[in-house]
């Protein structure tokens, strides 16, 4: 049985419980403030388990990509060293939102995976909470009488908390859990120790393939459990794992999820996959194969790797993945890339976002690795200069600091800085390096902390936006909370009906304030989460329950919405002047500014941007008006011409905005007619990220200010060159500029010729050497010609110059070339620039360090003497 048809088979006997199919959302995450990346099949249904929003139906089932990198839910470490663990993986579920309970759960899952999978009844164990007194919790005889009727009760184990009782995070949905374990080994294997040892003990063939999970508590911020009005169902079974069973293998990369990308890998790198654990090729392989899905499938639903964030993440399992082949498949050149086409062959019927955007995701990935390659072989040099410095002071022990430079400044990986090491005779200083480690960990931990209390709930009421067509509006807070940051104490609350636009769709959340007769709040920030919109607050109002009168701050709305707007028109434009391959990856849209990213892959032309610029403002010369469709089907929508965003979550109903032939799936805020946006400029032009290019303009307000200031700098320079005709005076003035630099350079020729002669004569012997330190005020341009000339003519000899040139101290150091295996030029700035403050390198004959400490430059010179 492939494994098209294994997940098929679970989508079709869940479909013949009247479950409603759906399709996997995105595996990135980008309304849901508490997680970067869905890490289970429920993630999506949060809102329906809180009751935020109604199901689309009371029994749903479907295959949900998961990524587990961070927080809570990491594999990251143990991907590639056992059989099991992965990056990305499909978690196949069945749900019910008030509706079946235990009972139909346990006894449908008992039928899929014995009458309809065949798996053998012998080969099966269930486990159940066994309960838990300090949270006064009994153990779950209805789950263990249920599964009596189907199983022997010896195969019945009892589970703690931790295996047993299933956590949403720190607060929310949860409740006593049942998992399915299968026994994969031999006869022989389990004639000597039974199945009932193994499960829950981490091996590789008695392992989990389902969780049934029996919603039906919630956990409140200060710990505590009450009963949720609803109890629900939320099951999920690890698909490549359930592949592993019934295609009878031993380890999840020996099934058909994951054999085309092996093939592939080893026609590239010209390797034999064994599947040995501990063979560093083997992992090396597995590694490859699991992160180019992770990599893959988050490109394609909108995340681009960067810097931070979701971005940071899938960066870091790109560079995993490249530097494990590296090292232990030789490849020194991109091929990751060359990879996604079979993922697309492989999972493109099901996952149709890897389909179209094939193209954009091999080029991200291709230039990423070009890109990292390119890192490694930079930080080669870098960790051999820190070898030579170490062994040049008769130490073993790579410092701690430069080697978490090396790692955290330039990305270079440290198991492979230990490699090197360890080829040369040296260590690295683990101690010190994890404590370099766990500062970074606590400087980020401490950025992003925040403690969040419970709910008070004032008034059960809905909660509405009216943003759409008021800016003020009568409001009443419905509930608030208390949280706790870094930058103090402040309360959210929510209104009952909000003008306040939360963050999202790129566009920033209003700031505004709550007044009446009695006080003025002001309103910091507007954001959503979990349906709910938030506004927040510094101190609650001295009456909770008094009614006020919401204003959002109509400048901000104004300019943000006119940008909001500009982002649609400059869509349409670019697709217009570029080709319908550009599609939007990203964008920002606050009142200053707004930044467009787009799927592109080469630097735009003068003439394209003039262009677009050009297209963009006519159809504000246009004045069209906003034609929105507020709430209509998704497919209504997309028949109309409306662009969908891969990556985005839609509804089955949708808002559309329309600006002429613009059309486009959108929750913002917009002007009522493309007039009101004012003017367009675009401003920069430049790569986001491979395959990317990036877009910042201004309108409005902010573009009107920006031709004032122009106008307003024109007239400054005119004043200045006392002329009307600015561009001839500066011609001009450039023209004698150059007559000047070229008689400057000239002047500096002949002072550098006679420092050279005075000082080839300034030159002391001490010890093997010849020593000199001088002072100067010549640039560093000049310097570094003489201290070439001086090195090449003067034997055995150590140059060493300290320049205050324009105020800013700089040491310059050149060695003969007799002397560069005793004496290292990087090595002595290094240490000088120590008293200016500075750093620097450079080579063992040449090597020069700016600093912040013009002072310093005498404790340098003094030193220097005693070299």
Request: aromatic share 8%; proline share 3%.
């Amino acid at each position: 049985m492939t494994s098209q048809e294994i997940r098929q088979q679970f989508l079709d006997f869940f479909k013949s419980k009247e479950h409603l199919i759906v399709p996997s959302a995105p595996i990135v995450l980008k309304d849901d403030p508490t997680l970067m990346f869905s890490n289970s099949g429920m993630t999506q249904f949060k809102d329906y388990f809180l009751g935020y929003k109604e199901p689309k139906s009371p029994r749903i089932a479907d295959t949900q990509k998961c990524l587990r990198v961070s927080g809570k839910h990491n594999d990251l470490d143990d991907v590639g060293r056992d059989t099991y663990h992965h990056t990305m993986f499909e978690m196949l579920g069945n749900w019910s939102f008030g509706d079946y309970f235990k009972k139909e759960a346990i006894d449908w899952a008992w039928e899929l995976l014995t009458e309809v999978y065949g798996i053998p009844k012998e080969n099966l164990y269930v486990t159940i909470f066994e309960g838990d007194a300090s949270e006064n919790l009994d153990r779950d005889t209805e789950a263990y009488d249920i599964w009596k009727s189907h199983i022997d009760e010896s195969r019945i184990i009892n589970g703690n908390k931790k295996d047993n009782f299933w956590e949403m995070g720190a607060s929310g949905p949860c409740g006593p859990c049942s998992e399915i374990h299968v026994d994969l080994r031999s006869a022989e294997e389990k004639a000597k120790i039974s199945g009932l040892e193994l499960v829950n003990n981490d091996h590789p063939q008695v392992v989990e393939i389902w969780n049934l999970v029996f919603m039906q508590y919630n956990r409140k911020a200060d710990g505590s459990l009450e009963n949720l009005p609803a109890k629900h169902i939320d099951t999920g079974m690890g698909f490549e794992r359930l592949c592993m069973a019934l295609q009878h293998k031993e380890s999840n990369y020996d099934t058909d999820v994951f054999t085309p990308l092996i093939a592939k890998v080893e026609e590239l790198s010209g390797k034999k996959y064994t599947g040995i654990l501990t063979d560093e090729k083997d992992i090396a392989i597995r590694v490859v194969v699991d992160h180019i899905r992770a990599v893959s499938f988050a490109i394609a639903d909108g995340q681009l790797p960067s810097n931070n964030g979701a971005g940071y993440v899938i960066r870091r399992i790109l560079r995993r993945g490249i530097s494990y082949a590296y090292r232990f498949l030789g490849m020194k050149e991109a091929f990751l890339y060359q990879l996604v086409d079979v993922l697309k062959n492989q999972m493109g019927a099901t996952f149709p976002e890897i389909v179209k955007q094939e193209t954009l995701v091999t080029e991200v990935i291709k230039e990423e690795e070009i890109s990292f390659l390119r890192t490694i072989e930079n930080g080669l040099v870098r960790v051999q200069k820190l070898i030579e410095q170490t062994t040049a002071k008769g130490e073993k022990v790579l410092p701690s600091e430069e080697v978490f430079e090396l790692y955290d400044t330039y990305g270079f990986p440290d198991d492979l800085t230990r490699i090197i090491a360890e080829e040369k005779g040296l260590t690295i200083d683990e101690a010190g390096f994890e404590a370099e480690l766990q500062k970074q960990k606590q400087r980020s931990k401490k950025d992003s902390a925040a403690k969040v209390y419970d709910w008070v709930v004032l008034e059960e009421k809905p909660e509405t936006f009216v943003g759409y067509d008021k800016t003020e509006n009568e409001v009443v807070v419905t509930r608030y909370r208390k949280i706790e940051n870094k930058d103090g104490e402040f309360y959210q609350i929510v209104l009952d009906n909000t003008p306040f636009y939360p963050e999202g769709g790129g566009q920033v959340g209003d700031k505004g304030s709550l007044e009446n007769a009695v006080e003025n709040i002001e309103v910091l920030e507007t954001k959503k989460e979990n349906n709910l919109i938030i506004s927040l607050i510094k101190e609650l109002p001295k009456d909770i329950s008094a009614v006020f009168y919401a204003k959002v701050n109509s400048s901000d709305r104004r300019n943000s919405q006119g940008n909001h707007s500009g982002t649609h028109l400059l869509h349409e434009a670019l697709r217009d002047v570029l080709g319908t391959h550009v599609e939007q990856k990203g964008s920002y849209v606050g009142p200053d500014y707004l930044r467009f990213d787009f799927s592109h892959f080469s630097k735009m032309n003068e003439e394209e941007l003039a262009l677009v610029e050009e297209k963009v403002n006519a159809k504000i010369k246009e004045n069209i008006v906003l034609q929105e469709f507020r709430n209509i089907p998704i497919q209504e929508a997309l028949d109309k011409g409306a662009m969908a965003l891969f990556g985005e979550k839609y509804g089955d109903n949708v808002r559309m905005i329309q600006f002429g032939s613009s059309k486009e799936l959108c929750g913002g805020t917009h002007v009522k007619s493309t007039g009101e946006i004012g003017h367009f400029k675009l401003v920069s032009e430049a790569s986001a990220a491979a395959g990317i290019r990036r877009i910042e303009a201004i309108s409005g307000d902010k573009a009107q200010e920006y031709y004032q200031s122009l106008e307003n700098q024109i007239s400054e320079l005119s004043q200045l060159l006392k002329s009307k005709d600015v561009l001839k005076s500066v011609e001009k003035l450039m023209e004698e500029n150059h007559l000047l630099k070229v008689e400057l350079d000239a002047f500096k020729k002949e002072k550098a010729k006679g420092e050279i002669s005075d000082w080839k004569n300034a030159y002391e012997q001490k010890g093997d050497k010849q020593l000199l330190v001088k002072k100067t005020s010549l640039d560093a341009a000049s310097v570094k010609d003489i201290v070439f000339e001086l090195k090449r003519e003067i034997p055995n000899s150590v140059t060493i110059i300290l320049s205050d040139a324009d105020g800013k101290p700089m040491i310059t150091v050149g060695v003969s070339a007799d002397l560069e295996a005793t004496y290292q030029a990087g090595a002595v700035v290094k240490d000088l620039a120590k008293e200016i403050q500075g750093g620097g390198g450079g080579n063992p004959g040449f090597a020069t360090a700016g600093g912040k400490n013009l002072d310093g430059l005498e404790n340098a010179y003094q030193k220097a003497l005693g070299l």
